[in-house]
């Protein structure tokens, strides 16, 4: 049980193009948007969806399929775990960001999905 504590699975379509970084260590790392939907019917029984933004954080391999693959709009499949870190503006405000490290990155969609 102790394996899923802290695990993410999201289904979702890019938000924008990855942002690839190459470390001095010679490691990657991609950042990207993920919107995931949901789909309700509102009190007037009109159909309602309520869009979430997820940042997307992956390190190493992953962040290479996600440079060669990943691009905006492209459905995909996300697992990993959330993470949360905290840094200071430059007016000395603290500002907590939470993020998905991504474990595996499933493609979706369609072959002829560019």
Known sequence: MSTIKN???LIGNVGQEPTITNLESGKKVAR???ATNE???DSKGEKQTDTNWHTIVAWGKTAEIVEKYVAKGK???ISGKLKTRS???D???QRYVTEVVADEILL???K???
């Open 87 to 89: 840094y200071t503006t």
């Open 39 to 41: 789909y309700y019917k």
């Open 112 to 114: 002829g999905d560019k």
């Open 108 to 110: 979706l969609g369609s």
């Open 91 to 93: 007016d000395n405000a």
């Open 75 to 77: 459905e995909v499949g």
């Open 32 to 34: 990207f948007s993920l």
């Open 7 to 9: 695990h993410v699975q």
